[in-house]
Nanobody, 125 residues
């Protein structure tokens, strides 16, 4: 059973930085789509960034392009999200997700097989 554990969330002022980590265990497939989602109060969950571990191809949501960077450390089975120039609108619960079913990250959010418990990010103005 794949388990994902996020860490690194916290409170920061606008313009600051945070790095989220997602430690994965129990992998049984060679490659996965790994993604970060976030959900702000009263809003739908949105995909922030994703990476396909087999190719390293990445995707970023328009609101975070140029500020966030997704990366992976295969030796540590850990996914990262470096968040710079944070804005109050980046506030929310951030979730790590993984799915092995396709050779890409063209996977709808509901179809991701594995989810972490989330880590809270709060950005104050």
């Amino acid at each position: 059973q794949v388990q994902l554990v996020e860490s690194g969330g916290g409170s920061v002022q606008a313009g600051g930085s945070l790095r989220l980590s997602c430690a994965a265990s129990g992998y049984t497939y060679r490659n996965y789509c790994m993604a970060w989602f976030r959900q702000a109060p009263g809003k739908e969950r949105e995909r922030v960034a994703s990476i396909y571990t087999g190719t390293g191809n990445t995707y970023y949501g328009d609101s975070v392009k140029g500020r966030f960077t997704i990366s992976q450390d295969n030796a540590k089975n850990t996914l990262y999200l470096q968040m710079n120039s944070l804005k109050p609108e980046d506030t929310g619960m951030y979730y790590c997700a993984a799915d092995p079913s396709r050779a890409s990250c063209y996977i709808r959010e509901p179809d991701f097989a594995y989810w972490g418990q989330g880590t809270q990010v709060t950005v104050s103005s």
